[in-house]
């Protein structure tokens, strides 16, 4: 039995980006906040300080940083078919734990979407015609355009302090910038990083092929920053230890160098950690959530009550607990009806690794979000009349380090260990590097999340069930994207070059990315989706999802970071200039 | 008209004037609140996660333990039972209730110099404070020192009562600053060297002395370990924000700024800087030879800081403002006492939040990863480098060190 708390304004499940976001700006609004948060408390000098932050065995390998299995995991399946068994090991994608979530080991790369992906079916019906998409797409129109989002994005970017350059500046298109993307209010908040011989050779075949290359937008700051919570950042050291790490020296944009400093100081706020939420409660209506039951590391289980209850989980378990909660109607492959779980989707992601003639190229030094890269082939910025296929992806070299135990390239032929290998090692490192694509993935009708109906966690709640695989038309467009970027490495005159498309069958045991997005989906109608514009539960009027991945209708050729991050201060927004004000549906 | 408004001004202020008289007037005990800002009271008397100034922190002295009492006006544990005239005393006289004498961890070696006004109006705040029942033991001296009496003969060795002559030759601003870092500031209670019996030693007022683990440094004017080379901005920014273009406040003064300095008016805290800028005795300015480049501690020390340091601390040791103190020019760095150098590169620390400085960067621990030679070698190589100068820091000195930081709680 639970035993009852003293109640809260707000009660907040996982201190991550949004967690972190919402409880500041809800917090500073006079509310008083809660936030409960599964994994430990981290902080940058005691948990990954610079003596150790760069040991590849404990966090690239062991994934020290990481949900482990035991406390939380999935069952996976590539479709209806088949019986999905529980991941014991993360490996295709690796969903974060502890404060800070997935913001302390992300390498960095804070993309927009498009204009034309925010109204993305309705887009492609009127250019393509109604007839173009296939049947069991279930793409949707999102129910925020860019231009209403612009502000927030502007407003995250300028909390982590991004480097970048702006292409599109109110309309008028700036050199050295990406020239496909969404107008912006103002210049990135520091300038771009510096770029490596490989990214640089990169750019010149792009240019020269035709493409326009720009520096890849990064949260690994160029240059000391101050944000406008008053927070302050370091400068990166290129060391080439962002993906799967914390950052030693406080250049990484983290809820802990960005806005946990300036949240901890305020006294009607609260963190409390190794606290996993197993569900939402609701009133006797089933219309509104009374609070939260959570179970402490002693096994003690507690009732957080409170007047508003947010979702920041990580996507898989932002669904889970809706479900397990039953706020909004589980979603049908069958029939296609209900919500929770519908339109789960991921990222399409292809490579081409090349081996240079007569070149140092020194991979180790690096940062999560290094390179250059080109748009040309992302969303619908080329015309796919003809292609067969819809969406896309940017492309170009973004390579994240030279890590030693993981950054081993080879020669085709070259045996798999013994004296060659290691010869063929020490030859090829400095002249081999990667290229990749970074594609969409659109929703189907029958990829989707739901509770499996075999397996259960610790707490005996049954596990999220994924039933997800590659369709022919992400499979066409990686093909496409990824013959694109391979004209491209040609012309950097490679001694050798392995161009490898995405094929299906989806695999979970092979690391693509942890975009896993969708679930709890947010738009303009009930009928198809579970949250309202506002990211606000359409059934539960004082449940909101802030900007999770899940909430996304599909994904697109770009990471979520930044979406998630503007989300995030979208529906903190609404929360208190609407919602406070009175409070019930805003949609 | 003109001669009316006048008069009724004046009445004004006279009403106000005699409201301020009485210890009840809001005005009375709004200042004694913000007298026991500037004295930090809370830094002692306030326990970390207790209730405010009901005691029971735990002083460390060179002598033995203290605990900080109960000052909350609690009848039976604190000091509600006091008169007026015993806390008076307790604050110029270092006499507590009945008269019992008081050790000088209670800094009245400074308050003495606070006006009779300012006590008074102290007292009118604490009258006001919550009753909190926390029963606290203070005296956990070794024997002779528990005996109370044995502060008779160190005050007439180290305690010269009195309060605060103001200097005519200066102006009010200098003398508000004095006031303040003599009197309820109590910086000398850190800063100034200790005699064998724990007594400042007069001659070198603010010179730097070692308590607690830690080296408070020089803040007289000598240009090379003190801060001289601070402009009054650096220092009004420092006690404000616990930060400047140098260094980041850390350790006892990280409690001094969130509890006292921070929250010190905006003309307070430039008197106190004016003051520290145009005050008394510097240093000996002398400047020592560098260790020379090719000594073997600066090359192995190069080698470790480089792999160690100069990813946050920069090669070229400027660091980055706010986040990373400043080693190339810092007083700190070059101070004689290599105690907080060595101390917050085997424990680290953390710098201070304030609300205009929230961050509160941290240095890690690197006890488990230098030995003692190798943190000899760094620190020699970063006090004699980019144009620093000072003596080498032999491993023996880690090595004591190392040994008090375990023993410390």
């Not at chain 2, 207790?50 to 002083?59: H, S």
Request: aromatic share 10%.
């Amino acid at each position: 039995m639970a035993r009852k708390l003293p109640p809260k304004d707000v009660v907040i499940i996982g201190l991550g980006w949004t967690g972190s976001i919402l409880a500041y700006e809800l917090a500073k609004a006079g509310l008083d906040v809660v936030a409960l948060e599964r994994g430990p408390w981290r902080d940058t000098a005691t948990d990954f300080p610079p003596a150790y932050a760069q040991d590849e065995l404990r966090y690239a390998v062991r994934l020290d940083l990481f949900l482990r299995p035991a406390q939380d995991t999935l069952t996976f399946r590539n479709n209806g078919s088949q019986t999905a068994l529980p991941i014991r090991n993360f490996s295709g994608f690796l969903p974060g734990n502890g404060v800070g979530g997935a913001g302390v080991h992300w390498n960095g790369q804070t993309w927009r979407f498009l204009p034309t992906d925010f109204k993305l079916r309705s887009h492609l019906e009127e250019r393509y015609g109604k007839g173009a998409l296939p049947a069991d797409m279930t793409i949707q129109d999102w129910p925020v355009s860019y231009d209403e989002l612009e502000p927030y994005y502007d407003r995250f970017e300028k909390l982590c302090g991004t480097s970048g350059k702006a292409g599109n500046i109110r309309g008028a298109k700036q050199a050295g910038g990406n020239p496909f993307e969404g107008w912006r209010s103002s210049e990135y908040p520091t300038p771009p990083l510096k770029q490596g011989l490989g990214a640089t050779l990169f750019a010149e075949a792009a240019r020269k092929t035709g493409h326009t290359p720009f520096p890849q937008p990064a949260s690994n700051l160029s240059e000391a920053y101050t944000n406008p919570l008053g927070v302050k950042l370091g400068q990166c050291t290129y060391c080439g230890f962002c993906e799967r790490f914390g950052c030693g020296n406080y250049a990484k944009s983290s809820p802990q160098t960005c806005v946990l400093p300036a949240l901890m100081r305020l006294s009607n706020f609260e963190a409390r950690t190794e606290s996993e939420a197993t569900k939402i409660n609701l009133d006797s209506t089933g219309k509104r959530a009374t609070g939260v039951t959570y179970v402490d590391t002693s096994g003690g289980e507690w009732e957080q009550p409170a007047n508003i209850v947010l979702l920041c989980a990580f996507s898989f378990f932002n669904v889970q607990l809706m479900l397990l909660s039953g706020i909004g109607k589980p979603y049908d492959p069958q029939t296609g009806q209900g919500v929770v779980g519908r339109n789960y989707a991921y990222q399409t992601t292809s490579g081409v690794s090349i081996i240079l003639k007569d070149k140092i190229l020194n991979p180790f030094i690096a940062t999560g979000a290094h390179g250059m890269i080109i748009d040309d082939y992302n969303g619908d910025n080329f015309d796919h009349s003809g292609l067969g296929f819809v969406g896309g992806g940017y492309m170009g070299a973004g390579q994240t380090g030279g890590r030693p135990i993981q950054t081993r390239p080879v020669p085709k032929g070259t045996p798999k260990w013994g004296a060659q290998w290691k010869k063929a090692t020490a030859e090829t490192y400095q002249k081999a590097f990667s290229l990749s694509t970074h594609g969409s993935s659109y929703s189907y009708k029958d990829c989707y999340l739901d509770l499996d109906p075999t397996y259960k966690d610790r707490f005996g709640r049954p596990l999220m069930r994924m039933t997800f695989d590659f369709h022919d038309n992400e499979l066409k467009m990686s093909a496409y994207l990824t013959e694109r970027l391979a004209e491209i490495a040609k012309a950097m005159d490679p001694a050798e070059m392995t161009a490898s498309p995405r094929k299906g069958p989806y695999n979970s045991t092979i690391y693509q990315t942890t975009h896993n997005t969708g679930g709890t989906v947010m738009g303009a109608d009930p009928a198809d989706s579970v949250l309202n514009r506002y990211c606000q539960s359409w059934d539960v009027h004082n449940v909101f999802v802030p900007g999770g991945a899940s909430v996304f209708p599909q994904n697109h050729g770009y990471n979520p970071t930044d979406t998630v991050g503007a989300l995030a201060y979208w529906t903190a927004d609404a929360i208190k200039d609407r919602y406070l004000k009175n409070p019930g549906p805003l949609g | 008209m003109r001669r009316s408004l006048i008069t009724a001004v004046f009445v004004c202020v006279l009403s106000a004037s005699a409201a301020a008289q009485s210890n009840q007037s809001f005005d009375r005990i709004e200042r004694g609140r913000y007298l026991a800002v500037l004295s930090d009271c809370a830094a002692c008397h306030t326990a970390p996660g207790g209730k405010p100034f009901a005691g029971g922190l735990v002083l460390q002295t060179p002598f033995g333990n203290l605990i900080s009492p109960n000052i909350t006006p609690d009848r039976e544990t604190g000091i509600g039972s006091w008169t007026d005239a015993e806390f008076v005393a307790a604050l110029h006289d270092g006499r507590g209730h009945d008269g019992k004498r008081l050790y000088p961890a209670m800094p009245y070696p400074a308050y003495t110099k606070l006006s009779d006004d300012d006590v008074s109006a102290m007292r009118a705040y604490f009258k006001t404070v919550a009753p909190v029942s926390n029963k606290v033991v203070s005296n956990q001296l070794p024997f002779p020192l528990n005996i109370r009496l044995a502060m008779v003969f160190w005050n007439w060795l180290n305690f010269t009562p009195g309060r605060y002559e103001p200097n005519s030759g200066k102006s009010a601003e200098w003398n508000r600053g004095a006031y303040i870092v003599e009197g309820p500031g109590h910086c000398g209670a850190c800063h100034t060297p200790k005699t064998i019996l724990g007594g400042d030693n007069t001659a070198t007022p603010l010179a730097g002395a070692t308590l607690q683990g830690w080296f408070a440094p020089n803040i007289t004017t000598d240009a090379h370990k003190g801060i001289g080379g601070w402009s009054q901005d650096d220092l009004v920014q420092y006690l404000k924000t616990g930060t400047n273009t140098w260094t980041l406040a850390s350790g006892p003064m990280a409690e001094a700024v969130s509890h006292s300095t921070s929250h010190m008016s905006d003309g307070d805290v430039a008197a106190i800087a004016t003051y520290l800028r145009d005050s008394g005795v510097g240093g000996s300015e002398s400047r020592p030879t560098p260790v020379v480049a090719s000594d073997p501690a600066m090359t192995a020390g190069a080698a470790i800081y480089k792999d160690n340091c100069s990813a946050c601390h920069k090669d070229s040791g400027e660091g980055e403002v706010h986040l990373f103190p400043r080693l190339a020019g810092s007083a700190l760095v070059q101070s004689d006492d290599p105690t907080t150098l060595a101390r917050v590169v085997l424990h680290g620390t953390r710098a201070v939040s304030t609300a205009r400085m929230p961050t509160a960067p941290a240095m890690p621990a690197f006890d488990w990863r230098l030995n003692d030679q190798q943190v000899g070698a760094v620190l020699t190589y970063i006090r004699n480098s980019w144009g620093n100068a000072a003596s080498s820091v032999p491993a023996e000195t880690i090595a004591s060190q190392r040994i008090s930081l375990a023993r410390a709680p």
